[in-house]
């Protein structure tokens, strides 16, 4: 019996250690490092969720791509929502700091996007909740890369930053 007891308790010893050492590294790795997401709703579609209603994408979200607020144009990017801080909404960049972009149903026909803010939209411009209904949104409100689709099995890819061509900045900092 006391033999048992003992297995029992190595046991126990064991798997403590093992914990508090396991829930902190996967803590740190998925604030950090990165973490997957569902994809919900028609906005980006048809690069995310193209099945429409039927499906959602479930996509690789890297944290550390995002950490010193470096974005390109074409990037798809999760950020916080600036009218609803407890949802995350996710959207391609179209435009940088200092370019002057042409809106598509914002109040102003031209906006130049202020330091320290991106212009982001969905590709599904109909049934989209972006920069044309809520203006510039900080950089600190970027909370990662989207770089692969993991789910559906039969959608795994790579996700390429494009931009379409139509939704060029008029003029940008680089020019």
């Not at 033999?3 to 604030?31: E, H, I, M, N």
């Not at 969905?122 to 909740?129: K, N, P, Q, V, Y």
Request: with cysteine.
């Amino acid at each position: 019996m006391a033999q048992s007891q003992g297995w029992v308790r190595r046991y126990c010893k064991a798997f403590c250690k093992g914990f508090f050492v396991a829930v902190p590294v996967a803590v740190t790795f998925l604030d950090r490092v990165a973490c997957v997401a569902r994809v919900e709703g028609a906005s980006m579609q048809p690069s995310l969720n193209p099945g429409g209603s039927q499906s959602s994408d479930v996509v690789l979200l890297n944290h550390w791509k995002a950490r010193n607020f470096q974005v390109q144009r074409g990037d798809i990017v999760s950020l916080v929502s600036p009218k609803n801080p407890e949802q995350k909404i996710i959207k391609r960049v179209i435009a940088l700091e200092g370019d002057i972009i042409r809106t598509m149903g914002h109040k102003n026909r031209y906006v130049k996007v202020p330091r320290g803010h991106i212009w982001v939209e969905g590709d599904h411009h109909g049934h989209s909740f972006d920069s044309n209904s809520f203006g510039p949104v900080s950089l600190g409100l970027l909370h990662a890369h989207a770089t692969h689709i993991l789910w559906p099995p039969e959608r795994w890819q790579k996700l390429e930053s494009f931009l379409p061509p139509e939704r060029s900045p008029m003029q940008s900092e680089e020019e």
